[in-house]
């Protein structure tokens, strides 16, 4: 055996990944300086403390498309994170950036995400005095107020900006790789379901989307993973080869119409809203209601009410909406 130090560690990083990687001895730093790890960099350090929070714990029972759905093989926001992070690694291995540092990124991505999927979304943007309420900033949230554990810049950075809609973009290579890795993991995994749950049908897949990825599964996956490996190493950025992410988009936009979107889950999807709105109504009038792990004395009541009520798995929504709105012996 050999003892592999974090200096060793650090040496193998500047010795072996590509000009373009994110060092991990040339991080730029936490919010709180601490003393380093003597075994693990920065980056790995950041993903051990990632995946040993309750927020990550938390998204087992969270949804990704389906709200509660029937059958135990439906894809949760915990296992889309554990294959965004797979789909990430691998890109990040093949074009020679860090590893530890785009799994951090990507196991941190998404644990801000409320109750019900992108429904949440939707329901907590009424309450921001400007724009949106945005899940990947939630997430960010989390791990620096609510759970707060000290990560490095480029972490954070990395799940800030993961969303395309976010700007500016991720600082790092390794921040884009999150990026495509979501994608590429919610829309291979969502058709999948779909067609699962009997929204799709085989028939119902574009043409185009076929021929450019095959047959839904494995192979979708490796051609668009190939797709961003080869283009990246062309220019010498993490981009996404045009054909593909042409047709890319064009199934998402099919997805959201024909399933995200679709009219029969709307009943569905505006009771989600509601549940979510009625306990953040509850929440603001009722601060000491909220569990103390969640009281940031100087938040607003709304933050107050938003941080616990987006932090909720969806069972525990519905149970506390239950208690609250529906107690028992009423009909």
Not at 122 to 129: G, I, K, V
Not at 270 to 290: G, K, M, S, T
Request: with cysteine; net charge negative.
């Amino acid at each position: 055996m050999t003892r592999r130090t974090r200096e060793v560690r650090e040496q193998e990083e500047r010795d072996l990944l590509s000009s373009a990687a994110s060092l991990s001895s040339e991080t730029r730093g936490r919010e709180h300086d601490e003393d380093p790890d003597p075994y693990r960099t920065a980056f790995e350090r950041d993903r051990d403390r990632i995946l040993h929070s309750k927020a990550f714990r938390r998204l087992k029972h969270k949804t990704q498309v389906f709200i509660n759905p029937d059958g135990d093989h439906f894809v949760t926001r915990l296992t889309h994170t554990l294959q965004v992070t797979q789909i990430g690694r691998a890109m990040a291995a093949s074009l020679g950036l860090n590893e530890a540092l785009t799994e951090a990124i990507c196991l941190g991505h998404d644990v801000g995400h409320s109750p019900f999927g992108h429904t949440g979304e939707e329901a907590l943007t009424p309450y921001m005095d400007d724009g949106e309420w945005l899940h990947s900033a939630q997430s960010v949230r989390v791990f620096r107020i609510l759970e707060p554990l000290n990560l490095t810049g480029e972490v954070l950075d990395g799940i800030r900006a993961h969303s395309w809609k976010v700007d500016p973009p991720p600082s790092t290579p390794e921040g884009f790789l999150c990026r495509y890795a979501d994608r590429i993991g919610y829309l291979t995994h969502d058709v999948e379901d779909a067609l699962r749950a009997g929204v799709l049908s085989h028939g119902d897949i574009p043409r185009a989307a076929l021929a450019t990825f095959g047959e839904p599964g494995s192979e979708w996956i490796s051609t668009m993973i190939d797709a961003v490996i080869d283009e990246s190493l062309e220019q010498n950025r993490v981009v996404m080869r045009p054909e593909v992410q042409e047709e890319m988009n064009e199934f998402r936009s099919f997805m959201f119409e024909r399933v995200y979107l679709r009219a029969e889950a709307q009943p569905q999807q505006h009771r989600a809203v509601a549940v979510i709105r009625d306990l953040v109504d509850y929440f603001i009038q009722n601060p000491d209601e909220i569990r103390e792990t969640y009281r940031q004395r100087d938040a607003t009541p709304v933050e107050q009410a938003i941080d616990y009520v987006s932090g909720m798995t969806d069972r525990y929504a519905l149970r506390v909406h239950d208690r609250l709105f529906r107690p028992e012996g009423i009909i």
